[in-house]
């Protein structure tokens, strides 16, 4: 095998990879973003440039669309971030039958979104929703959890927590058990609690693990469609519309290359929030 072969025999194992990413990834995103400039049928398209990003910068309900995301993206990561890394500590210290534990708070992470969204719907309903119901018990008028435009966003939020804390709380759990043990040995015999324990130890050692989380959370929050859709649709009004919630009005009302273009800001939007948070996590991550 001369040295030229030597060089492409490796490379030759990246073509399978090579090819799922093109044809799944590069080529469909390519074409989305030709087809954003157009408008475009099933069977027909015309080229009119950024017409569509024009138009869909004048819809009334973006502005709404761009806060709401923002609020729904960082609450409900920031909800996962601090429930998650509760519920790991927690659950890696000695407590009895853990690992049935840890099966409890990952189980919503199974389950189907438009499930969980109908489901948390009937459980919020303002008259025979179980939570009400529960409230009115104790003397407390419940809200009207979806209907109510101050709310509404807030309460999907809630329910995007309790679905995706699970996965939060088992990769901090990773995070946590990789920690050598030594550590909080000697911190124990230099007369330390398990608060400073928690504080010196775990949370800086637990870095990558928490890096991980905020980013997929954060990206997860800034993509969120279809929950939302199941519990309100948008409303009341647009008080809990999204981006891509807007994205699917206007699929569904035959705006193909305006939708296009929607799914390319959207595309933009989620990496300009999301790639300098990355890195910036990184870079403290290299500092520590």
């Known amino acids: 095998m001369n040295s030229s072969t030597k060089k492409m025999y490796p490379l030759a194992f990246l073509i399978p990879a090579a090819l799922v990413y093109c044809t799944f990834f590069l080529f469909p995103t390519s074409m989305a973003f030709f087809y954003s400039m157009t408008w475009w049928t099933l069977d027909d398209w015309e080229f009119i440039g950024f017409d569509n990003f024009v138009q869909f910068f004048q819809e009334p309900s973006l502005r709404i669309g761009f806060r709401n995301t923002l609020i729904y993206a960082f609450t409900t990561m920031g909800g996962k971030v601090v429930l998650g890394l509760f519920l790991a500590v927690f659950l890696c210290s000695k407590i009895r039958n853990k690992d049935f534990l840890r099966s409890i708070v990952f189980f919503p992470a199974l389950l189907s979104t438009i499930a969980v969204g109908y489901t948390f719907s009937a459980l919020m309903h303002p008259t025979n929703g179980i939570i009400n119901k529960a409230l009115a018990l104790v003397g407390i008028a419940g809200p009207n959890w979806l209907g109510d435009a101050k709310i509404a966003l807030l309460s999907v939020a809630m329910t995007d927590i309790w679905k995706g804390v699970g996965i ?21 015999i230099d007369g330390g609690n398990a608060f400073q324990s928690f504080l010196h130890i775990t949370l800086p ?15 997860g929050g800034l993509r969120t469609f279809d929950l939302v859709w ?20 206007q699929y569904a009302s035959g705006f193909f290359g305006l939708a296009t273009a929607g799914n390319v800001l959207l595309f933009l939007f989620v990496g300009l929030i999301a790639f300098p948070i990355f890195k910036l996590l990184n870079r403290k991550e290299v500092d520590l």
């Open 205 to 219: 050692l637990s870095r990558p693990a928490f890096n991980t989380v905020v980013i997929l959370a954060l990206i």
């Open 230 to 249: 199941a519990m309100t649709g948008g409303g009341p009004g647009f008080s809990s519309d999204l981006l891509a919630s807007i994205v699917y009005k």
């Open 168 to 188: 939060a709380t088992v990769i901090f759990i990773a995070g946590i058990m990789a920690i050598p043990g030594h550590y909080y040995e000697a911190l124990k």
